[in-house]
């Protein structure tokens, strides 16, 4: 089972400031996938990232997959209220298995 | 195409009882998966359908969970003599499975989810 541990678990910030999220595993994936998930519903893909050291700018969001295909991290700049949710990293050639989440709140 | 659409929305259900849950994917996709999440947690996953078939379960689970894709179309999840442990998220997605090794493959659609209360 390739498992993927997030970090924080929580964060909780001002509207304005950065933030980094983390994905870390031991095992090398092919690819791995960040969603965002808002209460009530079910995640929607933010990004995919496939090469190892690839960078991916969306807006305000910088992905970043590591060198070694291991890990992956999500950098906002400047968050905004409506950035609040769950962030889930997700990867797995077959089954898609996903970590935990960052729940990120961003407070006005 | 509405997405990936799940029904019910809500299940309240006594200790015990059967439930079943429908999901409908993308209709031209080929990959259905389902997966549970509790409060505070990501999406655990549980099984997933290629077509018709059912390639993946994993050991969460158990006999009393069954999922079946007849047609290679909609699929139904079905929980029997369920325990207030039951009690999440059921997740819905569908991707299709590319050739290639496209990136754009196995991009999983989630739906809105079906919110089992076991009392």
């Known amino acids: 089972t390739q498992l993927l541990e997030q970090s924080p678990q929580f964060l909780s910030i001002q509207e304005g400031e950065n933030l980094t999220v983390y994905c870390n595993s031991s095992?090398?994936?092919?690819?791995l996938q960040w969603y965002r998930q808002e209460p009530g519903e079910g995640p929607v893909l933010l990004v995919t990232?496939?090469?190892?050291?690839e960078v991916k700018k969306l807006k305000r969001l910088t992905f970043q997959f590591g060198d070694a295909r291991k890990d992956s991290s999500l950098h906002i700049t400047a968050a905004q209220p409506g950035d609040t949710g769950l962030y889930l990293c997700?990867?797995?050639?077959?089954?898609?298995?996903f970590g935990a989440g960052t729940r990120l709140t961003v407070k006005p | 195409d509405t997405g990936v659409s799940q029904d019910p929305r809500h299940k309240i259900t006594k200790r015990g009882q059967n439930v079943t849950f429908r999901c409908d994917p993308i209709?031209?996709?080929?990959?259905l998966y389902w997966y549970r999440q509790t409060l505070g947690q990501g999406p655990e996953f549980l099984t997933y359908?290629?077509?018709?078939?059912?390639?993946?379960k994993s050991r969460l689970l158990s006999d009393r969970f069954s999922a079946e894709r007849p047609k290679g179309s909609f699929s139904t999840l079905e929980i029997q003599r369920t325990e207030q442990g039951d009690s999440a998220m059921y997740l819905c997605?569908?991707?299709?499975?590319?050739?290639?090794?496209?990136?754009?493959?196995?991009?999983?659609?989630f739906g809105a989810g079906s919110r089992l209360t076991v009392l």
């Open positions: 997605a569908s991707s299709l499975r590319g050739t290639g090794g496209s990136t754009g493959a196995n991009v999983l659609t």
């Open positions: 095992s090398v994936f092919s690819s």
């Open positions: 990232v496939v090469t190892g050291g």
């Open positions: 997700a990867g797995g050639s077959r089954e898609r298995r």
């Open positions: 209709s031209e996709h080929n990959r």
């Open positions: 359908f290629q077509n018709e078939a059912q390639l993946e």
